[in-house]
């Protein structure tokens, strides 16, 4: 199909995050406020086409919400997990879904709407909605990661979105932190995320349990400790329980490690950590700063600041509008 443009005069746009877990669509003025939105399960099993069916419907769901048509708005964002060729529209790879390479993903919702439709890593476009509407606001020099089931990156440099020669740049979560680390799903060893997403802090908490320890992480699931939470882990240690102050203390470090890497690649002005982990607060943001403080020294800790991501989960929707905003260039 012939690529639409964007309508320049529209009120609103539409941003979609695509995860493994739920699509979420949502209606986003020019200043970035979400006024309306629509969520469903996504069918990661199902494969990626099956996904982008429910993307339309949630689309269309939100622009019911919202009291919009198709022909109103200036067009749509998609952020999306995994590895892309976005000029083109296409998926190349995203482990979060089965039948996933090489997948059209621009043109069935474009044809759908009829609108112009824009794509991107789903950590990029959070990277971007935090830089104009969230924490990085008023720096040109940003850093973003998200803490999940995995590490996911974005840089900001001197204003611009970085991607690299095939949209793979700062893959952090996959940069060696300990060469003899535990295995990591890409297939390495010893990967940032392997020591420090979610699947390493809540296993640092059962080998403790494992091992004996008395800790009320075993009491609040059960001793079904399959079922530990990141949450559970930040419930107990704000209670005082030391093995969960220990197991934060320790993903903490490693988090510290990481970036103070980042710090020394990018030079950045501000290191945003979003993800549901982030949230933990002082327990975990107290043992990154010490590590920062104490390990960085050819671009010192005190040129950078690291703060919590302000958006939350909106940072993903939001972020995907600003795809189009760029577009009809509201936003430089």
């Avoid at 979060?96 to 044809?111: G, H, I, L, Q, Y």
């Avoid at 590490?151 to 900001?156: A, K, T």
């Avoid at 890497?261 to 982990?277: H, S």
């Amino acid at each position: 199909m012939t690529e639409l443009a964007p309508a320049s005069n529209g009120k609103y746009i539409v941003g979609v995050d695509v995860g493994g877990t739920n699509v979420r669509a949502g209606l986003v003025d020019r200043e970035g406020r979400i006024v309306a939105e629509a969520r469903r399960p996504a069918v990661a099993q199902g494969g990626l086409r099956a996904t982008l069916r429910v993307v339309n419907e949630v689309i269309h769901e939100a622009l019911e919400g919202g009291g919009s048509a198709p022909g109103e708005i200036c067009g749509i964002g998609l952020g999306i997990p995994g590895w892309h060729n976005s000029a083109r529209g296409i998926c190349l790879f995203s482990p979060n879904f089965t039948d996933s390479r090489n997948v059209p993903v621009v043109a069935p919702v474009a044809e759908e709407f009829q609108v112009a439709t824009y794509m991107l890593n789903d950590v990029k476009t959070a990277t971007l909605g935090e830089y104009y509407f969230g924490a990085g606001r008023g720096y040109r020099h940003v850093v973003m990661i998200t803490l999940g089931t995995g590490i996911g990156g974005g840089v900001i440099a001197n204003g611009e979105l970085q991607l690299g020669a095939s949209e793979g740049f700062a893959e952090v979560g996959h940069m060696i932190v300990e060469t003899d680390g535990p295995p990591c799903t890409c297939g390495g060893r010893g990967c940032w995320e392997a020591l420090a997403a979610r699947g390493a802090m809540v296993n640092r908490a059962i080998r403790a349990i494992q091992t004996g320890r008395r800790t009320a992480l075993a009491d609040s699931v059960g001793y079904r400790l399959g079922s530990i939470t990141p949450i559970h882990i930040v419930q107990a240690a704000e209670a005082g329980d030391e093995v969960a102050r220990e197991v934060l203390e320790e993903t903490g470090k490693y988090l510290g490690v990481g970036i103070v890497n980042l710090i020394q690649l990018y030079n950045p002005e501000v290191v945003i950590v979003g993800g549901g982990i982030a949230q933990a607060g002082r327990v975990l943001f107290d043992p990154i700063q010490r590590v920062v403080w104490s390990r960085a020294h050819m671009v010192p800790a005190s040129t950078v600041k690291i703060v919590p991501a302000e958006l939350g989960d909106d940072a993903g929707v939001i972020g995907a509008s600003v795809l189009v905003l760029q577009h009809v260039q509201e936003v430089a």
